[in-house]
């Protein structure tokens, strides 16, 4: 590391290699230092909250479930009390932190949610009726009835976003199904996961709906020609769109001066899973994991594109190692090819590394037969590749995760793979079988352009995605992918939180697209994604 930084090298940090008879021990000893931190970090989770006096340092590591996560804060250290991200702009306690927790990899997750719910009686900030209940009407009177109000937010960690129809939509919405009690059929209730305030440098589109960067609401589609200008100006309208909904502001605030603090603030926070119960530290060894290496990786809008090299027209200019070289490599990830190498069958940690390596290999070439996916396999009209469509992209998970090290699109290119839309068998489980019971059911119709009528084709789903932004009905249910930096630290995952788990996450896929995978290559597709 350079002189004066702060930052622990990998040979400050790395640990003896034990030897057959200690390893157990230094397992052990493992795992009682990550029950430690992360007792600390539930702990921090609460304070987290209202304090007005905190110091985001410049490295900070919490507990998760797998072992421990790190933030880096290149800006740091951040003093709450003097930053915008931090104080209350609107009416009701609501800051970006409520939602944007360091101990959560900047997001929030169902146990420390039920943390703060407990210790406040449901008072806490993020505990208010606007989108932080099922649906607005619901009575909060009572602490029984605010934890049942609440339901979506404690056990799924799930925002109410609520949006209008467009005016100018080519599709009628028929019937709305919640169950909740948010039944209208103009303005749509849909439930979502808070996305990360970290490792915002490597965003194609902001918003799991791309509605802070597309002409349809007033901002800038980010592209290679304007990055990262237009990164930050969305940024910046993004703030200002929080603190009015979610915040209940009067959009006086956050000033222009604010919203230059926070963007400050979140471009400069870096995340990553630093250290594995099972495989240790995840910088050791020649391993590249945590999230010191994510401060410098390349990046460039359209950088790796998977598309691209397919459709040259697409996703300019392309390129792995400079714009426009046409290179792609469907390596997208390279932290733990060092971890590959045989050990004794006695070496639990060796094991347990090359079961991350073996995952990371599967990432990168597991072979994946794309289908029925909006967005790749429509027709070019429907936003999809190519004239005519294509019926079967044989692809890899970085069809879908191009981004080197990173794993999100490096394109905004908003897909559905059917994480929101139920199955054709059962109205109560989405195309991989996960459980969508507690979402509602969303029904509309194309418009005939003559008459302005519904026609007979219609889509069911539980999240309108793109299609509620820009009206089109062809780009119902599109939704982008997410950074997948982290993910040990937020759970559950996909934008509705279907998945409790990385398993069910995995599940899915080998559900969606019929991969057959064996029990082996799951496990080892999960150790790895815990290790992000």
């Known amino acids: ?43 921090g989770g609460l304070a987290f909250s209202n304090s007005s006096n905190l110091v985001i340092p ?29 104080q209350s702009m609107g009416t009701n306690g609501r800051s970006c932190i409520t939602c944007h927790q360091p101990s959560d990899a900047f997001s929030i997750t169902p146990p420390h949610l039920q943390e703060r719910f407990y210790a406040t009686a449901g008072t806490d900030p993020v505990f208010r009726p606007v989108d932080g209940a099922n649906c607005p009407t619901a009575d ?10 609440y339901q979506l937010l404690l056990t799924r960690g799930l925002i109410r976003i609520f949006l209008a129809v467009p005016a100018n939509a080519n599709y009628q919405v028929m019937s709305v199904n919640n169950q909740y009690g948010c039944n209208a059929t103009d303005v749509i209730s849909q439930y979502r996961r808070p996305l990360p305030t970290t490792n915002l440098t490597f965003l194609s589109a902001v918003m799991f709906d791309g509605r802070e960067s597309t002409p349809a609401t007033g901002t800038t589609k980010i592209t290679y020609a304007n990055y990262p200008s237009s990164l930050m100006s969305d940024l910046a309208h993004q703030s200002v769109d929080a603190t009015v909904t979610h915040a209940q502001g009067d959009g006086t605030r956050p000033t222009p001066a604010e919203q230059q603090e926070i963007i400050n603030f979140e471009t400069q926070l870096y995340t990553a899973q630093i250290l594995d119960l099972r495989a240790g530290l995840l910088n050791v060894g020649g391993a590249n994991g945590g999230p010191m290496p994510l401060t410098t990786q390349p990046f460039f809008i359209s950088v790796n594109s998977s598309v691209h090299p397919l459709v040259p027209a697409d996703e300019q200019p392309g390129g792995l190692v400079t714009p426009g070289d046409n290179q792609f490599t469907p390596d997208i990830f390279n932290l733990y090819q060092s971890w590959s190498q045989k050990a004794a069958y006695w070496d639990e940690l060796a094991q347990a590394r090359q079961s991350v390596a073996r995952g990371e290999n599967l990432f990168n070439s597991l072979q994946i037969p794309i289908s029925g996916v909006a967005g790749i396999n429509d027709d070019v009209t429907a936003g999809g590749l190519v004239a005519g469509g294509i019926p079967v992209l044989q692809g890899t998970c970085g069809t879908c995760h191009d981004t080197p090290n990173v794993g ?25 079988g996960l459980d969508v019971s507690y979402l509602p059911q969303i029904t509309v119709c194309l418009k005939d352009p003559n008459t302005g009528l519904p026609t007979s084709t219609c889509k069911t789903t539980t999240d309108l995605g793109q299609g509620l932004i820009d009206g089109i009905f062809d780009h119902v249910g599109k ?14 995952y996909f934008h509705n939180g279907s998945a409790a788990t990385l398993l069910d ?3 899915f896929y080998n559900t969606r697209f019929s991969l057959n995978l064996t029990n082996q290559q799951k496990s080892d597709l999960v150790a790895f994604l815990k290790t992000l």
């Not at 410049?58 to 931090?86: E, L, M």
């Not at 939704?479 to 559950?492: Q, S, V, W, Y």
């Open 479 to 492: 939704i982008k992918g997410p950074i997948l930096r982290g993910l040990a630290a937020r759970a559950p």
């Open 140 to 149: 909060v009177s009572t602490f029984e009835k605010r934890r049942e109000a």
């Open 505 to 507: 996450a995995v599940n």
């Open 408 to 432: 999100n699109h490096s394109f905004p290119t908003p897909l559905n793979i059917g994480t929101g839309d139920p199955s054709p068998t059962s109205p109560f489980v989405n195309l991989g």
């Open 58 to 86: 410049k490295f900070q590591i919490f507990g998760d479930p797998s072992g421990a996560i790190a933030n880096v804060n290149t800006g740091g250290p951040t003093i709450s009390s003097t930053n915008a991200f931090f």
């Open 1 to 43: 590391m350079p002189a004066g930084s702060s930052f622990p090298s990998p040979q400050e940090v790395q640990p003896p290699r034990p030897t057959p008879a200690r390893h157990k021990v230094v397992v052990r000893t493992l795992g009682i230092a990550c029950v430690v931190t992360l007792l600390v970090a539930a702990a």
